[in-house]
């Protein structure tokens, strides 16, 4: 669930303020059967497990202006995220092999805040430019059954700054930039260092998946640009491009543990992101007017990583997308009937 509240303060500016709460439960049981070539059984594994996730979320901003085009805004950024995991297996070996048994149960917190100050200046009517600072704080802790508490804790300062420009004579044409320096927290489940078992063929390429509660976070420098034009009824067209400098690139370990393949994720280092993207919604009726109330929509991307402790060639970002493709269209029946497809591709390697 989801609250939001505003309020006007007259001249003096307005503040806004958001507050979330999400809660989530899976519970699984299963038995897995291990038969011979000749049938005869081999293995009997029976898992209980749940997961719960709670999350609460904080945002809210003051906006007040100040004259001679400028505006002061203040805000904040928190959130609580806290995933509770058990799991009870039982193995039993029929033909040899003493009986396995595992009990885990962990709980990871991840706790993050942020404030933010910046002024929004309207340098002309054509130029806008957002400048201002940001504080960003991240904590995380991990325990469980057999595992001492984990702690890390980090923050960091950096800048804001955007600019917004519309060319002379060019009224629905626009260009952005932006640089920032953003935080990117480890999710609750690669912090929670519960056994995820692969029940057929465990190995280097089928491994079982376990977090890490030392993560850190990814830290990066970024780069934006966009070009954005509007034409017709709801028509626009759209190129970015944009670059990013990562710290601490969070990549997935592959090691060898009593005869076990297990992958786990840790930080490795720096990494480099690049990518385009071409963005067009296309109302049909802008060209013929007599057409049915169609819209058509278009987007393809292309991205680049390179990770820079790994050798190259091929050294990207294993997460990372390479290229993708979206294509779409929306019919209108009637005011209260619609209908609408989309295709989406992306390639693997």
Known sequence: SDVSWAHSLGTAGKLSAKLGVNHNRRDTDYAFDGEGAAGAPLLLRGVASHAIDDSVNSSGKYLGRLG????????????????????RQRDTYF????AYALDEDYTADVRRLALYAQDEWDVTPRLQMYAGVRWEG??????GRTLREVRTRTSVWSPVAQLLWKPPQQERDQLRLALARTYKAPTTRNLVPRRYTINNCNSANNPDFQGNPGLLPELAWGLDAAWESYFGRSGMASVSAYTRRISDVTVQRLFLLDGIWTASPFNHGAATLRGVELDVKLPVQTWWVQAP???VRA???RNWSGVAAVPGPGNRLASQVPATLNLGLDYRLSPRVSMGGNLHIQTGD
Do not use: M
Not at 95 to 98: E, F, L, Q
């Open 293 to 295: 109330d169609i819209d």
């Open 299 to 301: 987007n393809a991307g």
């Open 95 to 98: 033909a040899d092999g003493a």
């Open 68 to 87: 001679g085009g400028h505006a002061l805004s203040l805000g904040w950024d928190g959130s609580l995220i806290r995933r509770s995991e058990s799991r």
């Open 138 to 143: 991240l904590q995380t802790a991990t325990e």
